[in-house]
C-alpha cells in the first residue's frame, strides 16, 4: 500500500451552534463530508467548510442524511428508496451548487449516521441512494460501509465506491459498526485507535468488539468531527501514515 484517504465528517454545526473543529482538522486530511442541511448544517455553514476545504486541497464531498436535525441523523426512521433517493438528491445538488458558487466541485458522496447504517444493511435502500448519486453525477464517487450493501449497488450502478473503515468505532462480527446505543461502541483511546487502523489497513482484518478478527478493506479511514478527541486521533493518524511512507490522497 503506498497511499491512503483519510477522511472526516465535517460542517456540522448550525446556526448559533458550533460542533468541531473544522479548521483544525483540515490540515491532516484528505476528503471532508460535508453536512447538508438535514442532520446538521445550514447554507452559511456549507459554504465556509467548502471554502476551508478548497483551501486546504481537500476532496469536497455530500453528507446527506436523515431530516432530523433534534437526533443529529443518528436515529433511524421508516423511509421507502424513493424518499431516500429524494433526500439524497435535494442534498447532494445543495452542495454540488455551493461548490459551483465557490468555483469547486463535489467529488464524493458519503451518506451520514442512520442513513448510511440503515442502507448498509438494506440493499433497497443502498440501491436508491446510489441511484440518486448518480442521477446527480455519474463521475462522483459513492463512500460506504466495506462489505456491506453499499458494495453491491455501487457496482451495480457503474459507480466509483470507496470501501470505508471508521477510526474511532468498534465493530460487530458481522462487519457492521456497533451501535452507538451500546456503552463501548466508540473509541476513545488514541493507542487503541491506532493499533485499530493498522490492522485493518495492513492486515486487513478487524477485530470485534468480541475478540474476533473479521476481514476487512480499507479504502478510506473516516473520523468523526464531532468526537472530543477528533483533532488529536486526526494529527497522530496522520503522523502514523507518514512515518510509515504512506501518502494521504484524497477519493
Known amino acids: 500500500m503506498r497511499s491512503i484517504d483519510l477522511n472526516c465528517d465535517m460542517g456540522e454545526s448550525f446556526g448559533t451552534y458550533r460542533l468541531g473543529d473544522d479548521t483544525a482538522i483540515l490540515p491532516y486530511i484528505s476528503s471532508a463530508n460535508i453536512a447538508c442541511g438535514f442532520h446538521a448544517g445550514d447554507a452559511h455553514v456549507m459554504r465556509k467548510t467548502v471554502q476551508l476545504a478548497a483551501k486546504h486541497n481537500v476532496s469536497i464531498g455530500a453528507h446527506p442524511g436523515l431530516p432530523d436535525l433534534q437526533g443529529f441523523g443518528r436515529r433511524e426512521m421508516t423511509i421507502s428508496p424513493q424518499e431516500a433517493f429524494d433526500y439524497t438528491v435535494y442534498q447532494v445538488g445543495a452542495l454540488q451548487?455551493?461548490?459551483?458558487?465557490?468555483?469547486?466541485?463535489?467529488?464524493?458522496?458519503?451518506?451520514?449516521?442512520?442513513?448510511?447504517?440503515?442502507?448498509?444493511?438494506?440493499?433497497?435502500?443502498?440501491d436508491a441512494i446510489v441511484q440518486a448519486i448518480k442521477s446527480c453525477d455519474d463521475k462522483l464517487t459513492v463512500v460506504g460501509l466495506a462489505g456491506s450493501a453499499?458494495?453491491?449497488?455501487?457496482?451495480k450502478h457503474g459507480m466509483s465506491l470507496s470501501q470505508e473503515v471508521f477510526a474511532d468505532r468498534r465493530y460487530e462480527s458481522d462487519g457492521s459498526l456497533t451501535p452507538r446505543t451500546h456503552a463501548d461502541a466508540v473509541i476513545e483511546d488514541l493507542k487503541e485507535a491506532l493499533i485499530h487502523v493498522e490492522r485493518m489497513v495492513?492486515?486487513?482484518v478487524v477485530e470485534t468488539r468480541l475478540g474476533e478478527s473479521v476481514p476487512i478493506k480499507a479504502d478510506t479511514i473516516c473520523l468523526h468531527g464531532d468526537g472530543p478527541y477528533a483533532v488529536e486521533f486526526a494529527r497522530a493518524i496522520h503522523s502514523l501514515f507518514t512515518r510509515l511512507g504512506i501518502t494521504i490522497r484524497h477519493v
Request: proline share 3%; aromatic share 8%; with cysteine.
Open 97 to 126: 451548487a455551493v461548490a459551483k458558487s465557490c468555483g469547486t466541485t463535489v467529488r464524493h458522496v458519503k451518506a451520514h449516521g442512520a442513513l448510511y447504517n440503515m442502507a448498509a444493511r438494506q440493499p433497497l435502500l443502498a
Open 150 to 155: 453499499w458494495v453491491e449497488a455501487a457496482e
Open 202 to 204: 495492513f492486515d486487513g
